[in-house]
């Protein structure tokens, strides 16, 4: 029985692996295109492990653009709006599930109408907005605006559902000790949802790394550019890509996020499954 088990046990795990192929190649190969010199990209048969480890692509990589620069815009915004979206998110969510009152469920159907609204379409008129507040080439419409669009309200669904499952009776006992609702929100609810807000921070942190549109409207000076739309300019006089350069910036923008999301994915896989328990 003890070797049918360990059998069957290896035979998941192969499968599992063979599984993750198709999704860990395509990285490899980032990875490994990245350390080729443009010849052994697109060298035939292709190779995988290159011959020799050629790092001055990501010495070009600065040298073409203030991507020091870059890298630390999209990090500073993006740990912005994570922290905005999980203060704002906290107190709706909590709003939305513990606190009864009048249009509560009209109201928390109205804010999810706002996630069938695509980007695209309000793009523009954001633009003249942003421009009537002199704020285009600016960072604050960056920080601001996915705090009450899609990333934020996805947030408060994730915190509203998550909050939906913790007992009543805690928070009743805490009014016996003399707690006001701030008091049950930031020492019983707080603590409680800690996986669904560890959940909103990755989730919002990686939306906000990777937004392309936006800075692509509203930023024109390269020294204020966005990882995302800082890519976009490793290219020739002539316009074809620098695929060495394009893949190395690429893979120092993502191994932040890959590295993050290794550490704290089981708080998100906890809270999913929690908050699909209820509704």
Do not use: C
């Not at 052994?40 to 790092?55: G, K, N, T």
């Not at 991507?67 to 709006?81: D, G, K, P, T």
């Not at 009152?101 to 695509?118: D, E, I, K, V």
């Not at 990777?210 to 490793?234: C, D, I, K, S």
């Amino acid at each position: 029985m003890k070797t049918r088990r360990i059998s069957s046990v290896m035979m998941i795990y192969l499968v599992l692996i063979i599984s993750s192929v198709p999704f860990v190649l395509p990285f490899l190969w980032m990875v490994s295109g990245s350390l080729k010199p443009y010849q052994e990209i697109f060298a035939y048969p292709p190779v995988l492990i290159p011959d020799e480890l050629h790092f001055q692509n990501y010495e070009n990589v600065f040298e073409l653009q203030p991507f020091a620069r870059q890298f630390w815009n999209s990090f500073y915004i993006a740990a912005l709006v994570t922290l905005g979206v999980m203060f704002l998110a906290s107190l709706a969510g909590y709003a939305f599930a513990r606190i009864r009152f009048f249009g509560n469920t009209a109201a928390f159907l109205l804010l999810l109408t706002a996630l069938m609204m695509p980007e695209e379409v309000t793009i523009i008129p954001l633009y003249y907005y942003v421009q009537d507040l002199n704020l285009t080439n600016s960072h604050i419409p960056l920080i601001l605006i996915p705090m009450f669009s899609g990333p934020g309200v996805i947030a408060v669904f994730i915190m509203r559902q998550y909050l939906l499952g913790i007992p009543h009776e805690l928070e009743e006992a805490a009014r016996l000790d003399g707690l006001s609702r701030w008091g049950i929100y930031y020492r019983i609810a707080l603590p409680l949802a800690r996986p669904a807000l560890v959940a909103v921070a990755i989730l919002t942190f990686l939306d906000s790394w990777n937004l392309f549109l936006a800075p692509l409207v509203l930023l024109t000076r390269q020294e204020l550019y966005t990882l995302p739309l800082a890519l976009r300019g490793y290219t020739d006089p002539y316009g074809e890509p620098l695929w060495g350069e394009q893949l190395a910036a690429t893979t120092m923008s993502v191994i932040p996020i890959l590295v993050i999301y290794i550490f704290a994915q089981r708080h998100v896989v906890e809270s999913f499954a929690f908050s699909g328990t209820k509704g």
